[in-house]
C-alpha cells in the first residue's frame, strides 16, 4: 500500500508502505514534542498530520462496517441490505489505507503516530469488520466464532510483529522494506469478495457453502470457516515473503 510506516505500513498493511527515515526525523520530533509538551484541549489535533487523519478514515470504514453487520442482525427485514454496506465499507477502508501513505510522502511527514494508527485502523477493518460480516451471514457456531476469533488474533499478531521488526527489515535504496512478511492483513480483501459472492447467490444463514459438520454437536461449525484460519496463519508465516511492489 502506499503507506506509512506502519504495521500496517507492511499490511498492505497497506498497498505499499513508507517507513521511517533520516529526512523524515524534524517531523516526527515536532510531533512527538506538542504530543508531549502541548496541554492544550486540542492538543493532540494540532499534533496530528494530514496523513494521520487519511489514517482515522480507514478506521473509521472498518467501524461503519461493524455497525452494519450488527443492524443485520438486529434487523433482519433489512438484512442483506445491512451486510451490503458492511462489505462496501471494507474496500473504501483501503482507499484510505493507501492514499495515507502517498500523502505522507508527498508532504515529507513521517508520524510515530502514525504508525499506531496505520495498525489499528486496519486491525478494526481488515481484521474485526471482516470477522463480524462472516459472523453476520451466519457463521455463529461456538466453534466458528473461535476460528474467527483465531483470525483476528493472527493480524494483530502480524501488525505487532510488524511495528517491532519493520527498522530490521532488509531495504532497498530507498530505505523501504523489500518484502512483506507474511500476507499482508488487507489481503482479507478476497474474503470480503468471496462473502459478497455467498451473499449475491443468497448463501447465508442456513444456506452458507458445504453447510455444517458434526451437527447438533458442541463441536459443530461451517467448514468455510477455515479460509478465515488458513488465512490468518499465512498473516503470521515468517516463511511467506511477498516482495512489495
Sequence with gaps: ?????????????GPTSREL??????AIDK??????????HFSLVRAMHLADLITLLNGFCGVMS????LHSCLEPAKREDHLWWALVFLPFGFFFDALDGKVARWRKKSSLMGQELDS???????????????FS?????????????????????????????????????TGKSKFFEGTPIPTSLGLDALM?????????????????????????????????????????????RIPKP
Design 31 to 40: 510531533q512527538k514534542t506538542l504530543l508531549s509538551a502541548d496541554v492544550g
Design 66 to 69: 461493524i455497525f452494519s453487520s
Design 137 to 173: 451471514l451466519g457463521l455463529r457456531t461456538s466453534a466458528d466464532t473461535l476460528g474467527l476469533a483465531f483470525f483476528v488474533l493472527c493480524g494483530l499478531t502480524r501488525l505487532a510483529r510488524f511495528n517491532v521488526t519493520v527498522a530490521v527489515l532488509p531495504k532497498d535504496a
Design 196 to 240: 459478497a459472492y455467498w451473499l449475491q447467490q443468497g448463501w447465508i444463514l442456513e444456506s452458507i457453502p458445504f453447510g455444517t459438520v458434526f451437527t447438533g454437536t458442541s463441536l459443530e461449525f461451517h467448514p468455510i470457516v477455515l479460509l478465515f484460519v488458513v488465512h490468518g496463519c499465512m498473516m503470521t508465516s515468517k516463511t511467506i
Design 21 to 26: 527515515s533520516p529526512q523524515n526525523q524534524p
Design 1 to 13: 500500500m502506499s503507506r506509512r510506516p506502519s504495521a500496517a505500513s507492511a499490511a498492505i498493511n
Design 120 to 134: 489499528l485502523a486496519d486491525l478494526i477493518s481488515f481484521g474485526v469488520a471482516p470477522a463480524m460480516v462472516a
